[in-house]
């Protein structure tokens, strides 16, 4: 037995992780699996989640597949039945569902505005809401998945980088009003190699861009980012609430210009 890295093990914990179904979301889930804990996955696609499932299956782990738009505040509800009711217990949440494309700010309805806020911040504050009386049973922990805009400052995220630093601030927030039983934390997620990204991933000249001004010279992997999921959710961290780990590769701005022409 290794006291220390017994300390990022989550044996036999329940992890609810939203946007599961690829990307972050998937390694996240995988990551937790192998590190003892089962998993309730959530998606929109469930073609996507039982292929997961099945990778969480063949780590040993239990899986409950819930596709669901969570647009729909109502089926959240239905991931914390699944983890108390199918799995015993709930310990983790991973916020992870969330997105929105860049686009010029006058092109950028009201209704753009108001999506973005509601996909990125109210279903993260609703789930954890309603996860609260699980999760401070089990003294647990909540990570919330934000991005390097919600903090740095670039044209065509006004909608998308406002929700995100809302979701910067609600976790610490949120972490006040849960503590001490509930541990509320976040990742601040800079340029990472998923789908979110097929596009400049593809692009030669635009993935050499982006690589070029990230102080670590790369993009980062979801599995970097899964391991940050993994440290927050585990003891390791037990002496920490309401931060923000930051992912970045060392960014302090944005790292690709979207080329957006001035107001005129």
Do not use: C, W
């Not at 002496?239 to 701005?253: C, P, S, Y």
């Amino acid at each position: 037995m290794n006291r220390t890295l017994d300390q990022f093990l989550v044996t036999d914990k329940v992890a609810i992780v939203t946007g599961a179904g690829r990307g972050i979301g998937a390694a996240s889930a995988l990551a937790l699996a192998e590190a003892g804990a089962d998993v309730v996955l959530s998606a929109r696609s469930a073609d996507q989640l039982e292929a997961v499932a099945e990778q969480v299956r063949a780590a040993g782990r239990r899986a409950v597949v819930v596709p669901a738009d969570l647009s729909d505040l109502d089926r959240l509800d239905d991931l914390i039945a699944a983890a108390t009711g199918e799995l015993g217990r709930l310990d983790i949440v991973v916020n992870n569902v969330g997105g929105a494309m860049p686009q010029p700010l006058l092109d950028t309805s009201d209704a753009d505005f108001e999506h973005a806020f509601h996909f990125n911040v109210t279903t993260a504050f609703s789930l954890t809401r309603r996860a609260a009386h699980a999760l401070a049973a089990t003294e647990g922990s909540v990570i919330n998945i934000a991005s390097l805009i919600g903090r740095v400052r670039d044209r065509g995220y006004a909608a998308y980088g406002t929700a995100k630093a809302a979701m910067l601030h609600m976790t610490r927030l949120v972490a006040a009003d849960l503590a001490p039983k509930v541990r509320v934390n976040a990742i601040g997620v800079g340029s990472t190699a998923t789908s979110a990204l097929e596009i400049v991933v593809q692009n030669e000249a635009l993935r050499t861009e982006m690589e070029s001004k990230t102080p670590l010279k790369r993009l980062g992997t979801a599995e970097d980012i899964a391991l940050g999921v993994l440290y927050l959710a585990s003891p390791a961290s037990a002496f920490m609430t309401g931060k923000v780990l930051e992912l970045d590769g060392g960014l302090e701005a944005s790292n690709l210009d979207m080329g957006i022409p001035d107001v005129t």
